[in-house]
T-cell receptor, first 115, second 113 residues
Framework: GAVVSQHPSWVICKSGTSVKIECRSL??????MFWYRQFPKQSLMLMAT?????????EQGVEKDKFLINHASLTLSTLTVTSAHPEDSSFYIC???????????FGPGTRLTVL | GQNIDQPTEMTATEGAIVQINCTYQ??????LFWYQQHAGEAPTFLSY????GLEEKGRFSSFLSRSKGYSYLLLKELQMKDSASYLC??????????????FGKGTKLSVKP
């Protein structure tokens, strides 16, 4: 069964609005979750590392004020795309790594389309 | 710098065997992963190698040579449903709890009847 869930699976919004994406760990306590972005025909690019109870670590070139990450519990991390623009349209995927199984699990992804 | 190379596209015939190569240069190494990704979906885990050698899992096998910075994914008895992108990824830490992966650009495999 699924280890990681994401909601919503897809969203269409107008330019300038904010969109929140939830990522839940179903089977494991995830102290660390990762947020990736994938543009068409490109590979996954890490945006940020989300640590439970502390501030996220952002990759170079990712605006922390635009992509707000909240990891309030061991099973939930949220990514909020603030003031979304068409260039933010992408496939956003969360992931967690489990020490217990030494595996990295991906959520099913969220397709964001900004009009 | 960090660099992971794999072929962009490959084509193979149903029932055949195909090998997808991956070479990497990373500042650290703590395991190499192969993922399968169908269009519009998230990646699914296929294999993990941290020691040199071959890991076999059903129709899929993965090989690693750390000294050469090289891995391959071998798919046997190809099926049409194997048409997908195959992503090579390296974990670039030493036993840290974060487990961040660096991904290659993926190899798009097309299986023909």
């Amino acid at each position: 069964g699924a280890v990681v869930s994401q909601h919503p699976s897809w969203v269409i919004c107008k330019s300038g609005t904010s969109v929140k994406i939830e990522c839940r760990s179903l089977d494991f306590q995830a102290t660390t979750m990762f947020w990736y972005r994938q543009f068409p025909k490109q590979s996954l690019m890490l945006m940020a590392t989300s640590n439970e109870g502390s501030k996220a670590t952002y990759e170079q070139g990712v605006e922390k004020d635009k992509f707000l990450i909240n990891h309030a519990s061991l099973t939930l991390s949220t990514l909020t795309v603030t003031s979304a623009h068409p260039e933010d349209s992408s496939f956003y995927i969360c992931s967690l790594w489990t020490v217990q199984r030494n595996e990295q699990f991906f959520g099913p992804g969220t397709r964001l389309t900004v009009l | 710098g960090q660099n992971i190379d794999q072929p962009t596209e490959m084509t193979a015939t149903e029932g055949a065997i195909v090998q997808i190569n991956c070479t990497y240069q990373t500042s650290g190494f703590n395991g190499l992963f192969w993922y399968q990704q169908h269009a519009g979906e998230a990646p699914t885990f296929l294999s993990y190698n941290v020691l040199d050698g071959l890991e076999e899992k059903g129709r899929f096998s993965s090989f690693l040579s750390r000294s050469k910075g090289y891995s391959y994914l071998l798919l046997k008895e190809l099926q049409m449903k194997d048409s997908a992108s195959y992503l090579c990824a390296v974990r670039d830490d030493y036993g840290g709890s974060q487990g961040n992966l660096i991904f290659g650009k993926g190899t798009k495999l097309s299986v023909k009847p």
